[in-house]
């Protein structure tokens, strides 16, 4: 198709035909790197891909050929909307190793926690509502509030997390505004990106805070499980179901290709996100649900977590001490459990504008700008150490470190003295920069 005006070519005819909130649909950064991550001779420290090779092949077999001999009809057949009641049952069962007390009815099977989310997002925000979200937040969350046009607001954390009393300026701030804030979204334990754990005390406090504005608070917690020396702070949704939404997943305990997650809610709430999900999917696999089902069942999952766990620790361990080589005085978090770390790359230095030339070293992260989004994040950098062997990572910082080291040698060249790409403040001890 031609336009007669400009005689250029429409590359999308359908451009003005669009809804307004489609303007919000855009490939994250993350997403983007994976073409050139996945090439074999780059080491990759960019995607959150769970190490899936330490799960037994043959107990997956023998959990496909039960679902298949014992439920083959049912598996493939449609399913309740809500999810199958087996799994709500054992789903209640994984959520109590972190303090949840639910009920099977409580519980809704999603497509994955994003697939939760979506549905949350779709039953609450209206185009310019208020999200508060940490600083940084995941990208797949962005996204999804992007999509729906929301307003996203960063609340700075620290190394115990979100800081209530930003918090509360924030809301303060959105509330003075007239702008209305439909919830506040937290990933409590070994957050993504920075690895952060939101301490004890402040998840009351952050509760406390939401109770008395009468915000919702969605805990997404996909990695509480996967801690290394000592667990996390129960669930904030432990502390009852008021006000909170709660969203899980066997995407990191299990297999991300099952995509099978849950969503626990208040139960007017639960109500309408069934609703959402029948009207999107109309139901969930029961396929995968089953196949989840079975391996609870027959399988000892809790020393399955354990291995991910002393697998999972020894790749941070290889990551620290690398970096601890590689580049000393270098500021990151080190988590106490999850998947990544977060990175404070050297003054004047852009995580963005450099990732080509580490792409050209053939190693790979995620620019700290994915994580933002109001476009800041540029003086920092996630690095995930959650697929890569030990050996790999050490390879990766390697040749990250000379990137880093070659670029800082160019701005003392052309700039004696470099102005930061960023003004966030620092925290910790030594701090890293969550802001």
């Not at 007390?101 to 925000?125: E, N």
């Not at 190394?159 to 701030?173: F, V």
């Not at 004696?416 to 403040?425: C, L, N, Q, R, Y």
Request: aromatic share 8%; with cysteine.
């Amino acid at each position: 198709m031609v336009d007669k005006n400009t005689q250029g070519i429409i590359l999308d005819p359908w451009m003005h035909h669009y809804a307004d909130r489609s303007s919000g649909l855009s490939a994250s950064e993350v997403r983007a790197l994976f073409a050139v991550a996945n090439r074999p001779e780059v080491v990759s420290l960019a995607g959150g891909m769970p190490y899936v090779r330490a799960i037994s092949e043959e107990r997956i077999k023998e959990t496909l050929n039960r679902v298949i001999d014992e439920r083959g009809p049912e598996a493939l057949q449609y399913g309740s909307g809500q999810g199958h009641p087996l799994l709500r049952e054992q789903i209640v069962q994984v959520m109590a190793k972190e303090g949840i007390s639910a009920r099977p009815d409580d519980v809704v099977v999603t497509t994955g926690s994003q697939h939760g989310l979506d549905l949350v997002a779709r039953l609450f925000i209206n185009p310019g509502d208020v999200v508060l979200a940490e600083s940084p937040s995941y990208v797949g969350a962005l996204g999804v509030f992007r999509s729906y046009q929301a307003d996203v607001r960063h609340v700075p954390m620290d190394d115990d997390g979100i800081i209530p009393s930003a918090l509360q300026e924030a809301i303060d701030q959105a509330r003075s505004e007239g702008k209305p804030i439909k919830m506040i979204y937290l990933i409590p334990n070994f957050q993504n990106p920075a690895g952060v754990t939101l301490s004890a005390a402040r998840r009351l406090e952050i509760i406390d805070i939401a109770h008395e504005a009468e915000i919702l608070i969605v805990e997404d917690n996909p990695y509480g499980l996967l801690w290394f020396d000592q667990p996390a702070p129960p669930a904030m949704r432990a502390a009852g179901d008021k006000g909170i939404i709660y969203l899980g997943s066997f995407s990191k305990t299990l297999a991300p290709g099952l995509r099978v997650g849950w969503v626990v809610a208040p139960h007017g709430i639960r109500e309408k996100l069934i609703l959402a999900s029948e009207a999107a999917v109309l139901s969930p696999s029961p396929f995968s649900q089953l196949v989840v089902a079975d391996y609870l069942a027959h399988t000892d999952w809790q020393a399955q977590i354990d291995e991910f766990r002393g697998l999972y620790k020894e790749r941070r361990d290889a990551m620290v001490d690398a970096l601890a080589h590689e580049l000393p005085g270098v500021r990151h978090t080190n988590p106490g459990g999850g998947f990544f770390l977060w990175l404070d790359l050297p003054e004047g230095l852009n995580s963005k504008e450099m990732l080509p030339r580490a792409v050209t070293e053939l190693v790979a992260y995620t620019p700290g700008t994915a994580f933002f989004a109001d476009g800041r994040g540029a003086a920092h950098m996630r690095l995930a150490f959650c697929y890569p062997t030990p050996d790999n990572i050490r390879e990766g910082i390697s040749r990250l470190a000379k990137v880093i080291r070659e670029e800082v040698e160019l701005i003392e060249t052309f700039d004696p003295k470099p102005t930061a790409t960023s003004s966030d403040a620092h925290v910790g001890s030594p701090p890293p920069n969550l802001a």
